[in-house]
């Protein structure tokens, strides 16, 4: 089966510039998640969909972020602007159901200069 | 919100060696994994074990639950066994520990 695909692979914006991260998860997979990842720490996590229903967003910096995930599958996260502190590493995740093994893409690594 | 704590932050092995990872949270988790993070940054679930014990290959995991912390064993490693270990749990969301980062030296 497919994995989840991300895109871009790689980005490079100015602060103050908004950015947008797409993610295809696996087919049939109704629990979709966004995580952050800055480097030496470990993910964490910024929004939860179950199918195109937000279950958590509660770490989402939302004054900045925002996220969507249209008719239940492909999933946006936008940064709007974007701060120095917003580079790392964005991952997307899916799984079956929202207590089910989770299968991340290769992520889209951020760099705000 | 759950805590996460790895340990050992850091393990340097020879390759053959055996090695057990801990993960303890300051809570129950219903949701339990753990994940391999390879150089290239690539994330594979290892093992989905709110609890109990799985085995797959030389690696094996252990979760008690009723005292909230989770083991994976290596064994045998291999330098492609390197990277960094995380444990994640939680009720739905995971939350992630700090990980474990393993060098396996040939």
């Known amino acids: 089966e497919a994995g989840v695909a991300q895109s871009p692979r790689y980005k490079i914006i100015e602060k103050r510039q908004s950015v947008a991260f797409w993610c295809n998860p696996i087919s049939g997979h109704a629990t979709l998640y966004w995580y952050q990842q800055i480097l030496g720490q470990g993910p964490k996590l910024l929004i939860q969909f179950q199918n195109n229903g937000v279950v958590d967003d509660s770490q989402l910096p939302k004054d900045r972020f925002s996220a969507e995930r249209l008719k239940g599958v492909d999933s946006t996260l936008k940064i709007q602007p974007a701060k120095l502190e917003d580079s790392a590493v964005y991952l997307c995740?899916?799984?079956?159901?929202?207590?089910?093994?989770?299968?991340f893409g290769n992520g889209t690594r951020l760099t705000v200069t | 919100g759950i805590q996460v704590e790895q340990s050992p932050p850091d393990l340097i092995l020879q390759e053959g060696a055996n090695s057990t990872l801990r993960c303890n949270f300051s809570d129950s988790v219903n949701n339990l994994q753990w994940f391999h993070q390879n150089p290239w940054g690539q994330l594979i679930n290892l093992f989905y074990i709110p609890s109990g014990t799985k085995q797959n290959g030389r690696l094996s995991a252990t979760t008690v639950a009723t005292e909230r912390y989770s083991l994976l064993y290596i064994s045998s490693s291999q330098t492609t066994d390197s990277g960094v270990y995380f444990c994640?749990?939680?009720?739905?969301?995971?939350?992630f520990g700090k990980g474990t980062h393993l060098i396996i030296q040939p």
């Open positions: 994640a749990g939680g009720a739905d969301g995971l939350t």
């Open positions: 995740a899916s799984s079956l159901w929202s207590n089910s093994p989770l299968h």
